[in-house]
């Protein structure tokens, strides 16, 4: 977890999951996000298969890169563009996670807030380009490895 100021009451927050490993430049997601305003972005990846995907939330956006559908780990995907683990929260927005716990009780479900959250306001995906790993299976990570060694 990372805020984007001086002060985490008024700052912007980033949200990283630690098994995430990419060889593209964050700054491209945070420029795009800060763009959008008032509200939240996710970065996004196109596993390229409907089988891995389904290990993912699923993600479809509008032209413009606002999410019209996110669906978490489904049986049938309907694409392969899968959430990844990299959230952009503004300061704006923050109080909507209290809202969030008091509506469902959750503490502990990022996707599931963002599934929550993309139906009652605007959220954004950012695309990456390049690689990605979700290293928090030893398979993947050996992958990893050997990819980010070459």
């Keep these: 977890l990372l805020f984007l100021g001086q002060d985490p009451h008024l700052s ?3 949200v990283v999951g630690s098994d995430n490993l990419f060889d593209y430049r964050i700054t491209d997601f ?3 996000a800060r763009k959008q305003g008032p509200s939240a972005t996710i970065g ?3 596993i390229q298969t409907l089988a891995e995907a389904s290990q993912y939330g699923v993600i479809e956006l509008d032209a413009k890169g606002k999410i019209v ?8 995907p309907k694409s392969s563009l899968i959430s990844m683990c990299l959230y952009y929260f ?9 809202t969030f716990i008091q509506e ?3 503490k502990d479900t990022t996707g599931g807030y ?3 959250l993309h139906i009652k306001e ?3 995906g950012f695309k990456f380009n390049g690689k990605w790993y979700d290293i928090g299976s030893l398979e993947s990570y050996h992958e990893a490895q050997k990819y980010f060694s070459n």
Excluded: M
């Excluded at 559908?69 to 049938?76: A, G, N, T, V, Y």
């Excluded at 503004?90 to 209290?98: K, V």
């Design 114 to 116: 963002i599934q929550w």
């Design 30 to 32: 945070f420029n795009f």
């Design 104 to 106: 469902t009780g959750s």
């Design 122 to 124: 605007d959220v954004y």
């Design 69 to 76: 559908s996110l669906e978490e780990k489904p049986k049938k």
């Design 12 to 14: 912007d927050w980033s």
């Design 44 to 46: 996004c990846y196109d």
């Design 90 to 98: 503004p300061a704006a927005g923050l109080s909507n996670f209290r």
